[in-house]
Every structure is written in C-alpha cells, then in structure tokens.
C-alpha cells in the first residue's frame, strides 16, 4: 500500500538548518510526482516544492527559493527537503504527498497520498 512518511521535523533556531525525509513505501518514485507542502498555525495548507516523476524538474514556492532543496534518493525511495536560513515564518506542520501524474505541481489536489506530517518549529 502507498503511503508517504515524514521525519526530520524539530526545534530549531532561527537562521538553522533542518532535512525533512519522506519515505514511500508500496512505490516507486520513478512512477509519479512527490510535494512538500505546509501548513502554518491558522492558516491554509500551500505548497513548498516539488520534484517530477524523472526527477528531473523541480520547483519551488517564491517564499522558500533559495533557502530550500528538494532531492530524491531512488535507492532508499526517500525525497528529501533540505531547509537552510529558518525563519519563524516557516514553523508549520510539513507534509509530503505523492501524485500519480507526472508534472510537477504545488497545488494540492493534485496529489493522491499524503502523510501524517512533521512539525517544524524556528525559535529562539
């Protein structure tokens, strides 16, 4: 059965480092499209970044370029997001999710599997 699972989340100063895993198991990255997405206290769930079925194409919400990146490790079927230069605006509950399609999209619906999420929270 497919089904994302996050880790990674945590405490972390602002200006900090934090490397979010998602690991899918019943599937093969190759087959399908992988987004990180967020949601902030009291506010609505928005996309971060993507990466393409080839993994090949990447994308990136305007609030995170530069500080974010989105990889794949096909032998541990793992996407990762490394986040660099956190800000308190970025604590929020991260999830992954796994699209059958594939194009890469920051838009929700767009995706069929979604985890549990992990908690990031930028603090000092």
């Known amino acids: 059965q497919l089904q994302p699972a996050e880790s990674g989340g945590g405490l972390v100063q602002p200006g900090g480092s934090l490397r979010l895993s998602c690991e899918v198991s019943g599937f093969t990255l190759d087959r399908g499209t992988v987004g990180w997405f967020h949601r902030a206290p009291g506010k609505e769930r928005e996309g971060v970044s993507c990466?393409?079925?080839?993994?090949?194409?990447?994308t990136y919400a305007d609030s995170v370029k530069g500080r974010f990146t989105i990889s794949r490790d096909d032998a541990k079927n793992t996407v990762v997001l490394q986040m660099i230069s956190l800000a308190p605006e970025d604590t929020a509950v991260y999830y992954c999710?796994?699209?059958?399609?594939?194009?890469?999209?920051?838009?929700?619906?767009?995706?069929?599997?979604w985890g549990q999420g992990t908690q990031v929270t930028v603090s000092s």
């Open positions: 990466i393409s079925s080839s993994g090949s194409y990447t």
């Open positions: 999710a796994v699209g059958l399609g594939y194009s890469c999209s920051l838009y929700g619906g767009a995706y069929d599997y």
